[in-house]
Each structure stands twice: as C-alpha cells, then as structure tokens.
C-alpha cells in the first residue's frame, strides 16, 4: 500500500458507527407511515359522521316543519353517529335545526361534528 492511499471497506463492510443505522430508520418511517394511517382513518370517520349529522339535520327539519318532534328525534337517533344531540329553535315560521355528535370513536372531548338544516314549517303547524 502507497503511503497516500486510503484503504476502501469491502463490499458488506462498513465503519462500526453505522451499525444498526438502517434498523432505527425503518422503525421511524414505519412510526410515521402507522401515525399517517390513523390520521387517514380519523378523517374518514369524521367525514362520515359529518355527513350522517347532515342527512339527519335534513330528515330532523322535514319532520318538524310537519309538526312531528318525536318523530324527528326517532330519526336522529336512527340516522346520526353514536350520541349524537338533536337541537331545534323555531324563529317565526322557520325551524333551524342542528344535529351535532361526538369525535367518533369518543377519543376526544367535546362535539367535533355538527350540521344544520332549515326549513319552513307547514301553515297548520305555524305559530
């Protein structure tokens, strides 16, 4: 060997500092694709409990406006995510309603997921 030659590693060899550097990559990029996952999936279920609240915010202010409220509870219950609350305020000859449900899965506080529908109520069951 020349005095200005520096030796290269064999194939398969390398500096005993990179040892295990591949391992600990893999498990942060497997860490982040998992993290990314329940991030999709949590959107998903916020989607679609987004849009059961509004299905049943619509089917709660037909019901309403006909002057049938127990009915329209009835079908919140049946259409809306888990838990979901029905409110209504009648305002003159409208009725607003807002249906609105937890995170789903329960992982988080409070109500995440709200709609709102309004609608006009029948002229016998107007005020």
Do not use: Y
Request: hydrophobic fraction near 55%; charged fraction near 20%; include cysteine.
């Amino acid at each position: 060997m020349s005095a200005g030659a520096v030796p290269t590693p064999r194939s398969g060899a390398g500096t005993p500092r990179d040892d295990g550097s591949v391992t600990v990559e893999a498990a942060f990029a497997i860490c982040a694709l998992v993290a990314v996952f329940g991030l999709v999936v949590a959107g998903i279920g916020v989607l679609c409990g987004q849009l059961r609240c509004a299905d049943a915010a619509a089917e709660a202010a037909r019901l309403i406006a006909r002057g049938d409220r127990p009915r329209a509870d009835a079908a919140v219950a049946r259409i809306a995510p888990a838990g979901a609350a029905l409110a209504v305020r009648i305002v003159g000859d409208e009725a607003d309603v807002a249906v609105s449900a937890p995170f789903p899965g329960g992982l988080l506080p409070g109500r995440w997921v709200e709609a709102r529908a309004l609608a006009v109520l029948e002229p016998e069951v107007a005020r």
